[in-house]
C-alpha cells in the first residue's frame, strides 16, 4: 500500500478470484465456468465486429437491449447491459445504498458483496443462513436497507423460492430488492415473472456461466424503466462503453440461439445428477443445487485435504477456508468426461484417507 492511499481504503479487502492456472493443464472445476466453448456463430459475430474496432461501441447498446427485452418479455427501457453482472452489482451497491440505506445479504453468498460495501462505504447488514444453509425469507421483511439476494444462492446452490422473493419485495416496498440470478438457466425459476408487480425488484444475469461467454464480460440488469435510468446514471458517469462491441456481437449472437443455450443447461443438468449421485456414492453429501455447481462435503475426510489430493492428481475446486464452510468444496459441473475424471479420482482419495484411517 503507498502512503498515498486514500484511508477510506486502508482496510479494503479485494475479492480474491479462482485460480485461472496458465502453466499447467489442470481439469478446471473452480469458477463455474462453462465446459462448452461459444458456438461457431458466435464466435463469428465477435471477430466481424472486431473489423470495426476503430470505432466506440454504442454506448445505449441498443441492439442487445432490444434483444434481451425480446427474450424475457420486458421493455427496452428496463434492460442495461453491463460489463459483466459484476459490474451491474457495483452500479446498484453505487445507486441505491448510502449512508441511511445499509447493504443487506446472506452471511454466506457471493463474495464481492461484502468488497463491494466497503468499496462504497457503505455498511454491511449481515443476516446467517440457516442451519440446512437456506435464506430465510422473513429474515429480510422490513430490512430498511437494499437487499441482495443470489437466487440461486452461492457456493450453496440453494434456491428460495419465487413466492419467497415476492415477500422479501412486498414487504420492503420502500427498498430496492436485487436478485442475482447469474446460476438461475440451470433448474432455477427467474424472478422477470414479478417485475410487473414489483416495481423496486431489481434482476441481474449474466452470459458467463450459461452463455459461455466468461471471458466476453457481459451482464445485464433488468427491472423498471426507473431503476434501470438509475443504474443508467452511474454508467454514463463511469464508462458509457463498458460494453465492447465483441461481446455485444458475440451476446446478440447468443440470444439468437436459445436451442444452443438450453441444450448446454439441459447436459450439465444431466452431468450435476451424475456427479451427485457418484459422490453419494463415495460418503460424501451434497447440498440440493439448481446451479452448474454442487456443494460438497465427506463424512470424514476434511474440505481441504479433499481440496489438495484433488489439486495433486490435476484437478482444480473450490475450498472456502471459513467457518461453516470449510468442510465443504465447490465442484463446478464440466463435461461428462471432467466428471468422470472428477469420481474417479475422489474414489481413490477417499480409498485412500479410508486406508490410512483403518
Ligand atoms: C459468477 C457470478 C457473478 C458474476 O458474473 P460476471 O457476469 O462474470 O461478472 C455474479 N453473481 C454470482 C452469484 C456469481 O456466482
Redesign the pocket.
Known amino acids: 500500500m503507498s502512503r498515498f492511499l486514500s484511508k477510506r481504503f486502508s482496510s479494503l479487502e479485494p475479492y480474491v478470484p479462482g485460480e485461472q492456472p496458465r502453466e499447467r493443464k489442470f481439469i478446471k472445476l473452480n469458477t463455474?465456468e462453462s465446459p462448452f466453448p461459444p458456438s461457431a456463430a458466435v464466435v463469428r459475430a465477435a471477430a466481424l465486429a472486431a473489423e470495426s474496432l476503430q470505432l466506440y461501441s454504442d454506448p445505449s447498446c441498443l441492439a442487445l437491449h432490444k434483444a434481451l427485452a425480446n427474450a424475457y418479455g420486458v421493455k427496452p427501457s428496463q434492460v442495461l447491459a453491463g460489463n459483466?453482472?459484476?459490474?451491474l452489482?457495483y452500479f446498484a451497491f453505487t445507486a441505491f445504498c448510502d449512508a441511511d440505506t445499509p447493504a443487506v445479504f446472506p452471511d454466506i453468498t457471493?463474495g464481492?458483496y461484502p468488497v463491494f460495501a466497503q468499496l462504497c462505504n457503505v455498511e454491511a447488514r449481515i443476516i446467517p443462513l440457516s442451519d440446512g444453509f437456506f435464506i430465510r425469507a422473513d429474515n429480510y421483511y422490513g430490512a430498511k436497507g437494499t437487499i441482495f439476494i443470489?437466487n440461486p444462492n452461492?457456493p450453496t446452490g440453494i434456491m428460495m423460492p419465487l413466492s419467497d422473493v415476492l415477500c422479501i419485495a412486498r414487504r420492503n416496498p420502500d427498498n430496492v430488492v436485487v436478485i442475482?440470478e447469474?446460476?438461475v438457466d440451470f433448474g432455477g425459476k427467474s424472478a422477470v415473472s414479478l417485475l410487473k408487480d414489483c416495481p423496486n425488484l431489481l434482476i441481474i444475469q449474466?452470459?458467463?456461466?450459461s452463455r459461455s461467454l466468461?471471458g466476453g464480460?457481459?451482464?445485464f440488469a433488468l427491472g423498471s424503466e426507473e431503476l434501470i435510468a438509475d443504474l443508467a446514471a452511474v454508467k454514463y458517469s463511469f464508462n458509457p462503453y463498458s460494453v465492447n462491441s465483441m461481446t455485444m456481437a458475440a451476446g446478440l449472437a447468443s440470444l439468437a440461439e436459445p436451442e444452443v443455450t438450453r441444450a448446454n443447461c439441459a447436459c450439465i443438468i444431466a452431468n450435476r445428477e451424475f456427479t451427485v449421485d457418484g459422490l453419494t456414492r463415495l460418503g460424501f453429501s451434497c447440498l440440493p443445487s439448481c446451479a452448474n455447481f454442487v456443494f460438497a462435503r465427506h463424512a470424514s475426510i476434511p474440505g481441504e485435504t479433499v481440496f489438495r489430493a484433488l489439486r495433486q492428481r490435476g484437478i482444480l475446486v473450490r475450498h472456502f477456508n471459513k467457518e461453516r464452510l470449510e468442510d465443504y468444496n465447490r465442484i463446478t459441473i464440466g463435461s461428462r468426461a471432467q466428471m468422470e475424471a472428477l469420481l474417479s479420482a475422489m474414489g481413490a482419495i477417499v480409498g485412500s484417507q479410508e486406508g490410512a484411517n483403518a
Do not use: H, P, Q, V
Open positions: 463455474n459483466g453482472s459484476d459490474e452489482l457471493y464481492f443470489a452461492a442475482d447469474a446460476y449474466t452470459f458467463s456461466k466468461a464480460r457481459l451482464g
